[in-house]
Nanobody
Framework: QVQLVESGGGLVQPGGSLRLSCAAS????????MGWYRQAPGKQRELVAT???????NYADSVKGRFTISRDNAKNTVYLQMNSLKPEDTAVYYC??????????????WGQGTQVTVSS
């Protein structure tokens, strides 16, 4: 059994910062790509940022220059540093990871989501 547990969401004023964390636990053999997605009310879930095991990063155009994704492989944890937050960043943020619980077999797992609200 694998769990992804997110933390760090909350209410912040425009221009503020938040740092999200997502830790994988359980029968983890290895983790490949990890990422963050978000879903605003009435909209589809969209990619925010991804990072490979060796640190290659990819960002949505809407967050480039403001958000930074990083990971700690020893802790099976991925982070999302969000700066210069805007009201349009308001959404539920979900962690996603490609995890192997058996050598050679991979599945994608999702966290439960954490709410980020940007409002004055």
């Amino acid at each position: 059994q694998v769990q992804l547990v997110e933390s760090g969401g909350g209410l912040v004023q425009p221009g503020g910062s938040l740092r999200l964390s997502c830790a994988a636990s359980g029968s983890v053999v290895s983790i490949n790509a990890m990422g963050w997605y978000r879903q605003a009310p009435g909209k589809q879930r969209e990619l925010v940022a991804t990072i490979t095991r060796d640190g290659r990063m990819n960002y949505a155009d809407s967050v480039k220059g403001r958000f930074t994704i990083s990971r700690d492989n020893a802790k099976n944890t991925v982070y999302l540093q969000m700066n210069s937050l805007k009201p349009e960043d308001t959404a539920v943020y979900y962690c996603n990871a490609a995890i192997s619980v058996f050598p050679g077999r991979w599945n994608y797992y999702w966290g439960q989501g954490t709410q980020v609200t940007v409002s004055s």
